[in-house]
């Protein structure tokens, strides 16, 4: 188990990742997503086309840095792009916006095309959860 106990409360917790894939000319991508932990492994859901999906499907290697003030995890690994998960969208709407806002939420832009990622960590890092 690469994760600790505490490292994996932290990760439950509503917090906001900051993920960073490498663009073509090798220099840092870095955009906020929002994620759950399952397993061991980091989900979230991206555009189809955006710079996020089309850096890792070039280059699988991804950072994922997650805050809480002075508290902080740095994940790094490989990402798999998916398919479309509408049930993973549907998961993160509710953690994230709560019950009363999902569907209005999935409603925004539904013919927008659709990925998943999911990221199997292979080293973390930390300050205040270990």
Do not use: C
């Amino acid at each position: 188990m690469l994760l600790t106990k505490r490292q994996r409360e932290f990760l439950e917790g509503r917090h906001y990742a900051v993920i960073g894939t490498l663009n073509a000319d090798g220099s840092i991508h870095q955009t906020v997503v929002w994620y759950l932990l399952e397993g061991e492994q980091i989900r979230f859901s991206i555009g189809a086309e955006s710079v996020k999906a089309r850096n890792l499907r070039r280059n699988p290697i991804i950072a994922v840095t997650i805050e809480d003030g002075v508290r902080y995890l740095s994940l790094s690994g490989v990402a798999t792009v998916e398919p479309a998960d509408p049930e993973l969208r549907r998961r993160l709407a509710l953690r994230y916006l709560g019950p009363e806002r999902v569907e209005e939420w999935l409603a925004r832009r539904p013919d927008a095309p659709r990925a998943s990622v999911r990221v199997t960590v292979r080293r973390v890092h930390g300050q205040g959860v270990a």
